[in-house]
């Protein structure tokens, strides 16, 4: 991975890196801060061009569905209409909260560090943990944003979040944009110096995230220097610290797929979900092929990716059933806990032959078990009546 980030970094700088549209639309959503920005590229990319894409996978149904059972090798750029069937093979997720998690709470202003806490439950003595959404769970898929939050809340903990959209700088390092990187990085620590020393009477000692790609390059951030003896941990094995678990009555049978920048560090994440959610979890192995960008960037390696990956899934899922654990035709769930796979896992959700692939964020799922079917909406409202503290920054 590095050597590859490098070469992109040294190919930007020769000026010989390829322009893609795909990847350029990306780096210009994570790269925005401005709330107006955001959220106009957000309704730009989720409420036109993704249903754009899924009409056009339903008109390109049957040579989409050709070229899915039968990739064709990469031996460089596809033709034209090979490339496009190739983008609308699959479709990109729908039904997205109609805003970003900062949006609904009302808590976009850089100039203020949200502190939300349950007034009820909660003193200024109580446990405060310093939450990084990032961009996948907080701009695209702001439900697991809000489904950590929720959870956090039940544990009875404060959450403080950075002030304003905060990007941790991987998808720049990524894409070889390594002076953009650094640049994203040191302003970052800098605002969380701020912010300790503004919050110092909290005594953060946790930073939670919930999503790996963050997590790897937080670890550099030399967060045990920002707030003194801290440390980064996953929001799924924290929950499982404090002994917050599904219920043995509300316990299923899931497919679990490991994401390639696994947040789960403590133990195998296998073993961390089975806690969670309960024994009958049967790790789905492979790539999804979303990879970040690589989905819309280089669509034609995603396909190959994807026809082993849709093997696996098809076959996870008929395991499930020969067990008796998931009935015929009745859907089959497969979580997941990077906000990436997430995208990558529900373009898979029409390819069983018997019942629909369901794919979601495992603290999603134990959301609506813990805390209901209306947990999104009932953790809103509690927030935005009294439940958020803007402190100045």
């Not at 924290?238 to 789960?264: D, F, R, S, V």
Request: charged fraction near 25%; hydrophobic fraction near 35%.
């Amino acid at each position: 991975g590095d050597v590859t980030m490098n070469m992109r970094n040294l190919l930007r700088k020769m000026g010989k890196k390829s322009v893609r549209p795909g990847n350029a639309a990306a780096m210009f959503f994570l790269n925005a801060t401005d709330p107006r920005v955001i959220n106009t590229t957000r309704a730009a990319m989720t409420g036109v061009a993704f249903k754009a894409q899924r009409a056009a996978v339903d008109f390109f149904k049957v040579a989409g569905r050709h070229q899915t059972r039968h990739p064709p090798a990469t031996v460089g750029k596809p033709p034209l209409r090979e490339e496009i069937i190739h983008f609308v093979n699959k479709k990109l997720p729908a039904g997205l909260p109609s805003k970003t998690a900062r949006a609904l709470l009302d808590i976009e202003d850089r100039a203020y560090v949200p502190v939300i806490r349950d007034p009820k439950g909660t003193s200024a003595d109580s446990e405060a943990v310093f939450y990084f959404p990032g961009c996948g769970s907080e701009r695209l898929f702001s439900q697991v944003g809000l489904a950590t939050q929720a959870m956090l809340w039940h544990a009875g903990v404060q959450t403080v979040l950075p002030p304003g959209y905060v990007c941790c700088g991987y998808p720049q390092r990524g894409s070889g944009q390594f002076d953009k990187a650094e640049k994203m990085i040191t302003d970052n620590r800098v605002l969380f110096h701020r912010l300790a020393t503004t919050l110092n009477y909290l005594d953060i000692k946790t930073v939670v995230v919930s999503c790996g790609t963050c997590y790897d390059q937080l670890a550099g951030y030399e967060f045990d220097k920002i707030f003194p003896g801290s440390r980064i941990i996953d929001i799924h094995e924290y929950l499982l610290e404090k002994g917050i678990t599904l219920p043995a009555e509300q316990q299923g049978a899931y497919l679990y797929h490991e994401p390639c920048h696994n947040p789960m560090k403590l133990q195998d994440s296998t073993t961390t979900v089975k806690a969670l959610v309960g024994d009958n979890v049967l790790k789905n192995n492979r790539c999804c092929g979303e990879s970040g960008t690589l989905g819309v960037t280089r669509p034609d390696i995603s396909t190959q990716v994807r026809f082993r990956k849709e093997e696996e899934i098809r076959q996870g899922a008929a395991q499930l059933r020969a067990s008796g654990a998931v009935p015929e035709k009745a859907n089959v769930k497969i979580l997941t806990s990077c906000p990436s796979c997430l995208q990558g896992l529900k373009r898979y959700e029409d390819d069983l032959q018997s019942g629909l692939l369901e794919a979601d964020y495992i603290v999603i799922e134990m959301a609506r078990h813990i805390l209901g079917d209306n947990w999104l909406k009932d953790y809103v409202d509690r927030a935005n009546a009294g439940g958020i503290e803007r402190v100045l920054v």
